[in-house]
């Protein structure tokens, strides 16, 4: 069902913009110390992933998995918050990076992208049976969001009990309209020049044959590198069929796990209008919509030296239910 947040703005942080930028400004002094594990895939390839601690088999402890966006990592302010949180209530985090996100370039030409799933299921798959005894539950931020609903629809017999979807670009192409407008731009630059770097490292490694340099250097939009490179080297016809391939916004009724959608009506990465336009809703979701909160923002609080992270009050206790 389609819910009203309950998320109530900084009143010094109204705008989308400053909620936006405000909660990577804070967060970016933040450590927290992690443990790298290597999962090695069945293509050749390899993720790396993020631990809050080592566990043995015998762990009985919930299990939180983090995803996260478009070309971010574990030190991601949103996923530092998150993973702090989890182990601040006494669970175990495990971030897994999309390829080629954890600082090391992945060995293949095949990048990740928001509709594929194959990693998410072998790394599921990875963790149920390395740590058979321990509950499990998954959150999923921006880009990294779309990822986990495409996969809650097409696994439905998945290991989790429960699943959170945080400023999902549910459907890609307007979500691309939308961030190539006004400020939202600057953001858009932001994440194509990141693109653009690591498609140079994966042809100056040979990974990649067929990328124009002059090309790529003339981008400017996401849906133009989409075009160029997303598209043609995870086999897709061009930037249009992997947008509705890839969008998960009308797979949602095919969800059978339990899970929180939370999304802000003045997000600027995202077209509301379109991620919301959904008729029907399955009954173990809840779709919260709340007027503020910027694009995984949310920050509350009455004193600016002392901002609150809502997200990170309101992702755990809506786990605690099923765990």
Same mark, same amino acid.
């Given at each position: 069902?389609?819910?009203?947040?309950?998320?109530?703005?900084?009143?010094?942080?109204?705008?989308?913009?400053?909620?936006?930028?405000?909660?990577?400004?804070?967060?970016?002094?933040?450590?927290?110390?992690?443990?790298?594990?290597?999962?090695?895939?069945?293509?050749?390839?390899?993720?790396?992933? *993020?631990?809050?601690?080592?566990?043995?088999?015998?762990?009985?402890?919930?299990?939180?998995?983090?995803?996260?966006?478009?070309?971010?990592?574990?030190?991601?302010?949103?996923?530092?918050?998150?993973?702090?949180?989890?182990?601040?209530?006494?669970?175990?985090?495990?971030?897994?990076?999309?390829?080629?996100?954890?600082?090391?370039?992945?060995?293949?030409?095949?990048?990740?992208?928001?509709?594929?799933?194959?990693?998410?299921?072998?790394?599921?798959?990875?963790?149920?049976?390395?740590?058979?005894?321990?509950?499990?539950?998954?959150?999923?931020?921006?880009?990294?969001?779309?990822?986990?609903?495409?996969?809650?629809?097409?696994?439905?017999?998945?290991?989790?009990?429960?699943?959170?979807?945080?400023?999902?670009?549910?459907?890609?192409?307007?979500?691309?309209?939308?961030?190539?407008?006004?400020?939202?731009?600057?953001?858009?630059?932001?994440?194509?020049?990141?693109?653009?770097?690591?498609?140079?490292?994966?042809?100056? *490694?040979?990974?990649?044959?067929?990328?124009?340099?002059?090309?790529?250097?003339?981008?400017?939009?996401?849906?133009?590198?989409?075009?160029?490179?997303? *598209?043609?080297?995870?086999?897709?016809?061009?930037?249009?069929?992997?947008?509705?391939?890839?969008?998960?916004?009308?797979?949602?009724?095919?969800?059978?796990?339990?899970?929180?959608?939370?999304?802000?009506?003045?997000?600027?990465?995202?077209?509301?209008?379109?991620?919301?336009?959904?008729?029907?809703?399955?009954?173990?979701?809840?779709?919260?919509?709340?007027?503020?909160?910027?694009?995984?923002?949310?920050?509350?609080?009455?004193?600016?030296?002392?901002?609150?992270?809502?997200?990170?009050?309101?992702?755990?206790?809506?786990?605690?239910?099923?765990?």
């Amino acid at each position: 069902m389609f819910t009203k947040s309950s998320f109530s703005p900084a009143w010094w942080l109204r705008n989308p913009h400053c909620q936006t930028i405000a909660a990577k400004f804070f967060r970016r002094n933040q450590t927290l110390h992690t443990t790298t594990e290597t999962l090695e895939l069945p293509d050749g390839d390899f993720v790396d992933l *993020a631990w809050t601690e080592k566990v043995t088999a015998e762990c009985s402890r919930p299990i939180i998995a983090v995803l996260h966006g478009l070309e971010g990592s574990k030190n991601s302010h949103y996923a530092k918050g998150m993973l702090a949180a989890i182990k601040a209530q006494g669970w175990v985090g495990v971030l897994m990076h999309f390829r080629g996100c954890s600082g090391r370039p992945n060995r293949m030409a095949k990048s990740y992208h928001s509709g594929q799933t194959c990693d998410v299921d072998y790394f599921s798959q990875y963790i149920a049976q390395s740590y058979p005894k321990a509950k499990k539950a998954i959150v999923g931020f921006s880009l990294g969001g779309n990822v986990l609903t495409k996969y809650l629809a097409e696994q439905k017999q998945n290991i989790y009990q429960a699943a959170c979807v945080i400023c999902a670009p549910l459907d890609l192409s307007s979500c691309c309209d939308r961030i190539n407008q006004g400020f939202s731009r600057v953001y858009q630059k932001y994440l194509v020049d990141m693109l653009r770097d690591s498609t140079v490292e994966k042809i100056d *490694a040979n990974l990649l044959s067929n990328i124009d340099r002059n090309h790529l250097n003339n981008i400017r939009s996401i849906r133009a590198f989409d075009e160029l490179v997303t *598209a043609p080297i995870n086999g897709f016809r061009d930037a249009t069929d992997y947008y509705q391939q890839a969008s998960a916004r009308d797979l949602l009724n095919q969800i059978t796990t339990p899970c929180l959608i939370i999304h802000a009506t003045d997000d600027p990465f995202l077209c509301h209008k379109n991620t919301t336009n959904i008729t029907l809703l399955p009954e173990k979701m809840t779709f919260e919509v709340s007027d503020r909160g910027g694009h995984v923002g949310f920050i509350s609080g009455k004193n600016p030296f002392r901002p609150k992270y809502w997200l990170e009050q309101r992702i755990p206790e809506f786990f605690t239910r099923y765990l």
